[in-house]
């Protein structure tokens, strides 16, 4: 059955929503990034507002339109995504990391483009990047409501509840990218969606087709949550 009936069921209610993968420059004109489509956060970017949300979708480099009626902000590093992504966020009842973001980046960006030396061997030295997800749960004013994604290739449910529970998570999307059909780049994908008290399938099917559901079922454990 229909989980968001009416057209406008969220209506006064915010989102702030990260796609898309980073990009860590190397030098002016190399990077280090991954396969993030974008299609599953700009899909529940797109639902969000189709149920009557107002929604700023943080997004990294993709190759998607942006969705109409969303307010968007661009940006290239996991650096300036966090930056973004926290001053969204306290304006925000609720946040989705969906973005695939880099843990590391170089400890220093080449100013002018790596030359090819003699050596076969060539060493760059990374630094951890911020955990975007675990500063928005940490927030101690105007904390949002907020749900992460695991992108898992083995052990996808424990890895998924160990993250739900290191950055304090209110839920989590556990997505096996093992699987075809499934994950970075295809049109479809299956979760299994986390919460402290419980847990749920969602089968595979249409990124757009999940994202309602998804829409649907955070806002209903957010509205839960708010009449406590
Ligand atoms: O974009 P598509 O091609 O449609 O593919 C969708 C997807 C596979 C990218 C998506 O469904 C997904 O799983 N996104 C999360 C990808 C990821 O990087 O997962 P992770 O397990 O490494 O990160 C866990 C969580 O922490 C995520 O919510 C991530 O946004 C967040 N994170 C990670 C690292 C970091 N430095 N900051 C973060 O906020």
């Not at 969000?48 to 107002?54: E, L, P, Y």
């Not at 966090?82 to 304006?91: K, P, S, V, W, Y």
């Not at 699987?179 to 990124?207: C, M, R």
């Amino acid at each position: 059955e229909p989980l968001l009936s009416s057209k406008h069921v969220l209506s006064g209610l915010t989102f702030t929503i990260t796609a898309g993968p980073t990009r860590e420059a190397i030098d002016p004109v190399r990077y280090i990034s991954n396969h993030s489509s974008g299609k599953m956060g700009y899909a529940l970017a797109e639902a969000a507002v189709k149920a009557g949300a107002k929604v700023t979708l943080i997004s990294g480099p993709v190759q998607l339109p942006a969705p109409a009626g969303v307010q968007m902000i661009q940006v290239e590093s996991a650096e300036q995504m966090h930056q973004a992504a926290l001053t969204a966020a306290a304006q925000s009842a609720i946040f989705i990391g969906c973005a695939a973001v880099a843990d590391y980046r170089m400890s220093e960006i080449a100013t002018d483009k790596l030359k090819k030396g003699s050596e076969s061997e060539l060493q760059l030295t990374l630094v951890k990047n911020p955990d975007i997800i675990a500063a928005v749960a940490g927030m101690n004013k105007n904390r949002p409501f907020t749900v992460g994604f695991a992108a898992e290739t083995r052990n996808v449910l424990d890895y998924a509840r160990q993250k739900l529970l290191n950055k304090k998570l209110d839920m989590i999307c556990a997505n096996d990218v093992s699987k075809p059909n499934s994950g970075f780049n295809s049109n479809q994908n299956a979760i299994t969606l986390i919460w402290p008290l419980g847990e749920l399938d969602l089968p595979v099917q249409p990124k757009q087709q999940l994202a309602e559901q998804l829409i649907a079922l955070i806002s209903q454990h957010y509205h839960a949550l708010e009449k406590k």
